[in-house]
């Protein structure tokens, strides 16, 4: 529902890279088809008894969070940088930035967290009860639930998961672990109720949101040697608010709102994901899309970032109320942005040259100058998850002399003649991949100031699924990106080496450490939370000492400019809140058409409304 999504994966996000011109690699529109039932003969599963004395539970009785004011229709245009590389939910290059909006609609959950109290909400299941091994939930399935194409959810699409996920045709290695090691059971007792069993007792709240499972069409996929390939631009039956209607590769893609959803009778579901249309435009170029935006051709824009919200976000259109701003404080975990280092590449090998170039990074200064004081410094990767985060960490300050006491340790004590070190003939020169133009002034402030040090770094710009793409293939030296958080953290797809040396996981510093390993281990195996608090502790501080991540900085609100024809609710947004406008995850904004015809008569006119600036403290974090 918000970017705390109960799925065992997280998504990848771009800190400040908002979005795309209509540029295309192709101009093929993929045909649609309404293919369901690819699938004759769909699989189907024995049940077992349901024990007996269980305590069944809901949520009915946490407030809502959206409007009833809110309006059905219009169609919400928005853009993204480029085009995804497939439209799989799970395998080869499916976690790139655009599973973000695909897998809250396609992979909705059993449970929920409410975005305000954190407590779990109803969605696929209805109600839950917890078994006395602590480490077992059963669900009853809503009835009334359905895939796009009409067929009925039922168990039996639960269960299918579990063997999809786990198949070796899927090619998915973060998910065969998670649907064997972490849950080791799915049990059908009816069409209606499962059983998910995991591997350790938890405590209750952390069952429902580690032992998740989403349910997948299992009339609609054929797991074969070919599947990957197959099912590349298949548009699978989904069970959200929204179907892709239309693509175009390169180019455009379309969502369609279902006129019949069977979600919306549910008390959490009500009033939201309001447009009848939603429509993602590639535009490669931030400042283009500006463009886009200034002319009414993309409804909002995130200006999150201190040069948007300070130069470009004034004038005209603002000071005559066409388009409004609002900056909204969240309390949640915080994204990883950062400098994530390839261990596996021989330089970034030794920890020497790891420590000396997180104290070569003058973040203050890009803090205080680029960046005009908007974001703050990122201490570590686990930061804002309450108790489990470290509160002893800490970001190694920018420090010549420390940098340079680690580099000579390492064997670069000498330096060329334009001041870069040198070993053996090799210049310490490192490369960083990064898939946004609007983040190079930020790299080259850095890559200025780490001269100083003796470091030379070679930015590599890429287009951001090409760049993506590099960095899962573990081919990069230092990758400039952010993982989007959960609401607990989770470790064993970041640095276990299970992960580590093979491509398509998220162990992207190819981290490899028995110790590191141990602690994961045991982290997962804990059933109690003092002792995971402790263990998450303890990870981190090992994090820490290896230094593979360089931890950047952290944005503690969301920042958007929006036309004004874009309604919200009286409290605007909730704690967890991501982006207020992203129309697949809280969705709670809709279209007045009425104001929009107003508006851009308005405009036309050089008629004037009042300006509208919001600023809401209401979750800040002091």
Same mark, same amino acid.
């Given at each position: ?14 800190c400040g890279q908002e ?15 309404? %293919? ?19 305590? &069944? ?77 602590? *480490? ?19 168990? @039996? ?56 499972? &989403? ?33 175009? *590769? ?54 999150? !970032? ?13 000071? +005559? ?11 949640? /975990?915080? /994204? ?6 390839? !261990? ?16 070569? !990074? ?5 803090l205080e100058t680029l ?20 509160? @002893? ?44 133009? %609007? ?9 200025e100031e780490a001269k ?21 293939? *573990? +081919?990069?030296?230092?990758?400039? !990106? ?31 450490? /028995? ?5 994961? @281990? ?44 874009? *309604? ?24 007045? %058409? ?29």
């Amino acid at each position: 529902m918000q970017k705390l999504m109960l799925l065992p994966a997280l998504l990848l996000i771009a800190c400040g890279q908002e979005s795309p011109d209509a540029t295309s690699d192709s101009a093929d529109e993929i045909v649609l088809l309404e %293919e369901t039932h690819l699938v004759e003969n769909p699989p189907t599963y024995e049940s077992e008894p349901l024990p007996a004395g269980l305590v &069944w539970v809901t949520n009915s009785a946490d407030p809502v969070f959206a409007s009833p004011n809110a309006k059905r229709g219009g169609t919400f245009s928005t853009y993204m940088l480029s085009f995804p590389l497939t439209l799989r939910m799970i395998g080869p290059d499916s976690n790139g930035g655009f599973a973000s909006v695909l897998r809250p609609n396609h992979m909705m959950g059993l449970v929920d967290l409410h975005p305000n109290t954190l407590n779990f909400i109803p969605v696929l299941a209805s109600e839950w009860a917890f078994h006395p091994d602590g *480490k077992t939930v059963s669900y009853r399935i809503n009835p009334d639930a359905e895939w796009s194409d009409g067929t009925p959810l039922t168990a @039996d699409d639960f269960l299918f998961s579990w063997d999809f996920a786990r198949s070796e045709h899927t090619l998915a290695p973060f998910y065969q672990d998670y649907f064997g090691d972490v849950i080791t059971k799915l049990t059908k007792h009816d069409d209606h109720t499962i059983s998910i069993t995991g591997a350790t007792a938890k405590p209750e709240n952390e069952l429902l949101y580690e032992y998740s499972i &989403w349910p997948t069409p299992r009339h609609f996929h054929k797991l074969d040697a070919n599947w990957v390939q197959d099912y590349n631009w298949r548009v699978e039956p989904n069970l959200g608010p929204y179907q892709v209607s239309r693509v175009e *590769k390169g180019r455009f893609i379309e969502f369609t709102r279902k006129d019949d959803w069977w979600g919306d009778g549910l008390r959490y579901m009500q009033h939201r994901f309001n447009p009848s249309t939603v429509r993602y435009t590639v535009i490669r170029d931030m400042n283009v899309a500006w463009e886009y935006f200034l002319r009414g051709e993309i409804d909002a824009f995130a200006v999150i !970032m201190p040069n948007y919200w300070h130069e470009k976000a004034v004038g005209e259109p603002f000071d +005559k109320g066409w388009i409004q701003r609002i900056k909204f404080y969240t309390d949640t /975990p915080q /994204p990883s942005q950062g400098m994530w280092l390839n !261990m596996d590449d021989p330089t970034l090998a030794d920890r020497n040259v790891r420590l000396g170039l997180a104290h070569a !990074m003058n973040l203050d200064r890009m803090l205080e100058t680029l960046l005009r004081g908007d974001y703050e410094r990122l201490k570590q990767h686990y930061e804002g998850y309450w108790d489990y985060t470290n509160p @002893d960490i800490g970001p190694r300050p920018f420090d010549l002399d420390m940098a340079n006491s680690y580099f000579d340790a390492a064997g670069w004590g000498q330096r060329g003649p334009d001041g870069i070190r040198v070993n053996n003939g090799q210049r310490l020169a490192l490369s960083v991949v990064y898939g946004s133009q %609007e983040h190079t002034p930020r790299l080259v402030l850095l890559r200025e100031e780490a001269k100083k040090a003796g470091v030379e770094l070679n930015l590599q710009l890429m287009d951001s699924s090409a760049y993506f793409k590099q960095i899962l293939e *573990k +081919k990069h030296q230092i990758a400039w !990106m952010a993982w989007s958080p959960g609401l607990i953290p989770t470790f064993w797809q970041h640095y276990h080496s299970d992960n580590a040396h093979i491509a398509q996981t998220n162990n992207i510093t190819n981290t490899d450490d /028995p110790e590191v390993d141990a602690l994961i @281990d045991a982290y997962r195996e804990a059933t109690d939370k003092e002792s995971r608090v402790r263990l998450a502790h303890e990870i981190q501080q090992k994090i820490y000492e290896i230094g593979m991540f360089i931890p950047m900085y952290k944005v503690p609100y969301t920042r958007e400019a929006y036309w004004r024809w874009l *309604k919200l609710p009286e409290h605007y947004a909730n704690r967890t809140t991501d982006a207020i406008f992203s129309p697949m995850t809280e969705a709670l904004f809709w279209i007045d %058409e009425a104001v929009k015809a107003e508006t851009l008569q308005a405009r036309s006119e050089g008629r004037a409304f009042e300006p509208v600036y919001i600023e809401d403290t209401t979750w800040r974090v002091q």
